[in-house]
């Protein structure tokens, strides 16, 4: 029988780790295997959504401590990071997609981050965003 599949964003930040958090505990619930996508546009050499290997390395073994079953995934390329999610999300036909939400100042709650927007509106499957 195939174990379902959570794709969860992660960037190396407050809103990457809640999101791995929930990721990990919808990973225990429904003992699903996590798919962790690290995307970035490659657009600036200090990207901070970027990981770097050490950073992609902690993750891995941690999520190995905690005994969930995963695949780390890092794209770096031209596109939208949220191409890279719903394409991992299609590509895996995941039950679940997570990501993490940066708070906003009251003017910046008019308008959700282009990442999280996109994901929300055009994921065919349920999305769970979290905050930090």
């Known amino acids: ?39 970035s546009s ?8 970027s990981a770097t290997d050490e950073q992609l390395d902690a993750l891995r073994d941690r999520l190995s401590g905690q005994g969930v079953e ?5 794209t770096v390329g031209t596109f939208d990071p949220a191409e890279a999610i719903l394409d991992a999300a299609d590509r895996h036909s995941a ?15 008019l308008l959700m981050g282009s990442t999280a927007q996109r994901v929300l509106l055009q994921s065919k499957c349920p999305v769970l965003a979290v905050k930090s």
């Not at 174990?3 to 619930?29: K, L, Q």
């Not at 490659?42 to 959504?49: E, F, L, N, T, V």
């Open 1 to 39: 029988m195939d174990r379902d599949v959570i794709v969860v964003g992660w960037t190396p930040n407050a809103e990457g780790e809640a999101a791995i958090d929930a990721a990990v505990a919808e990973a225990g619930r429904h003992d699903a295997v996590l798919h962790v996508v690290n995307a």
């Open 42 to 49: 490659g657009r600036s050499h200090a990207d901070a959504k």
């Open 70 to 74: 995963h695949e780390v995934e890092q």
């Open 95 to 109: 039950a679940l997609v997570v990501l993490g939400l940066r708070r906003r100042t009251p003017v910046g709650k």
